[in-house]
């Protein structure tokens, strides 16, 4: 139970932008979205990471979920690209601009044990509570805002 590491398959578009698949992973009865804790900064996130270039998309979204957040899922939805919006003083050639492609996700099973367990702490969250503690991560907010939850 390993988490892919590196960013040699990581895939880049003609511009550059490193391309990032990710999840708003839903519960059934679509109230509440799960909320991942980030590891670079302080916060939550949504379940992403980069699409690499041995997988689809909706595969790399289901693979970030289960590494990020233990749990599996059915892709229901394309909530489409979203672009980056860090002002380029906060890019690097390290972290260069992300293009997010996000899908809405229904969780089918959460696990105890899951391959970031140690590094990152999962919880539910009604959409108030999501959208305030996404509120400075606009890219996110706004996959969040996309999707079809009770708001």
Same mark, same amino acid.
């Given at each position: 139970?390993?988490?892919?590491?590196?960013?040699?398959?990581?895939?880049?578009?003609? !511009?550059?932008?490193?391309?990032? =698949?990710?999840?708003?992973?839903?519960?059934?009865?679509?109230?509440?979205?799960?909320?991942?804790?980030?590891?670079?900064? !302080?916060?939550?996130?949504?379940?992403?990471?980069?699409?690499?270039?041995?997988?689809?998309?909706?595969?790399? =979204?289901?693979?970030?979920?289960?590494?990020?957040?233990?749990?599996?899922?059915?892709?229901?939805?394309?909530?489409?690209?979203?672009?980056?919006?860090?002002?380029?003083?906060?890019?690097?050639?390290?972290?260069? !601009?992300?293009?997010?492609? *996000?899908?809405?996700?229904?969780?089918?099973?959460?696990?105890?044990?899951?391959?970031?367990?140690?590094?990152?702490?999962?919880?539910? *969250?009604?959409?108030?509570?999501?959208?305030?503690?996404?509120?400075?991560?606009?890219?996110?907010?706004? =996959?969040?805002? !996309?999707?079809?939850?009770?708001?």
């Amino acid at each position: 139970m390993e988490s892919r590491t590196g960013r040699s398959k990581q895939r880049y578009n003609s !511009k550059g932008q490193r391309l990032v =698949a990710g999840v708003v992973p839903l519960t059934e009865d679509l109230n509440y979205v799960m909320l991942i804790q980030s590891t670079s900064r !302080k916060g939550w996130v949504l379940p992403k990471g980069g699409w690499e270039t041995d997988e689809e998309c909706t595969e790399a =979204a289901a693979r970030e979920a289960w590494e990020e957040a233990g749990i599996t899922i059915n892709i229901d939805y394309d909530l489409g690209n979203i672009a980056d919006s860090r002002p380029p003083k906060n890019t690097s050639q390290d972290a260069p !601009k992300a293009l997010y492609q *996000f899908y809405q996700a229904t969780v089918m099973s959460q696990y105890e044990e899951w391959p970031e367990k140690h590094k990152r702490v999962r919880e539910w *969250f009604t959409y108030a509570q999501a959208r305030e503690a996404l509120a400075t991560r606009p890219e996110l907010l706004e =996959a969040l805002n !996309k999707c079809t939850m009770n708001k």
